[in-house]
């Protein structure tokens, strides 16, 4: 079943059958689902090594009428289509930097049976990637550019099995590329099944020492634009740039 007949199949159960008839003319449901997996293709970007970002803020703008038949369905309608802008983001793999939004919004300016959709990514915050390893129940990042894991306590990430060494293996993480280096540990170290010296690290792959594995991953993180500089701003960088420190 494809992505648009499950999202119509979710709406007919959701959506009183009264409701029926306003879909006679004018914007069908499933018309704004198409719209908006449309919008995900065309705006979706590279921005890192088997990362695609996908936009995740959007405002479908409709006629007045529009509007009134679509916001008539409330929450179900909203609820089928943030469904099925994860589904076809996870079919595509496509990556978001923060929680999808989808905004029904009423567009004097649209003729009726007219969709419109606008589209941003994390609300213009800056996305950054973050090298991060889930373990035991735990997502830990990759904080240093090596990060030691073994059961001994000086090691960076530790962790409680036996059949590992004190400091068993090493990730190496430079914010675009990670690798693998087992250290001299008596159990060796497999990197998705197989046995490893050393080896590049992809992302979603897992490295398993002992009975522990370990999986690497990749994620978005949101950097907020700075706020403008207001103009006491201003005065206070002239006061400590020219004359130093205010007391």
Known sequence: MGL?????KGLERAVNSAFA??????????EIASALRSELDKKAAVVSRDRILAP??????????DYERMSSIGDALTHELDTLVHEHAKAQGYSFAGAVSITLQRDEQVSTGTIRVDSSTAQGGRVS??????????????TRSRTVIGRGSDADITIADAGTSRKHVEILWDGERAMVRDMNSTNGTLLDGRK???????PDSTVRIGRTDIVFR??????????????????????????????
């Not at 648009?4 to 119509?8: A, G, P, R, V, Y």
């Not at 995740?56 to 409709?62: H, P």
């Open 4 to 8: 648009l007949e499950s999202f119509e």
């Open 21 to 30: 008839k306003t879909f006679r003319s004018g914007i069908q449901p499933v």
């Open 56 to 65: 995740n803020t959007f405002t479908v703008r409709l006629s007045p009428a």
């Open 129 to 142: 990637w973050s090298g991060v390893v889930d373990v035991e129940g735990r997502r830990i990042p990759l």
């Open 196 to 202: 490893v010296t050393e080896a590049a690290l992809p």
């Open 218 to 247: 990749v994620v978005p993180l949101t950097v907020p634009p700075k706020p403008p500089m207001t103009a006491d701003d201003a005065t206070r960088a002239f006061d400590v740039r020219d004359r130093g420190p205010l007391a």
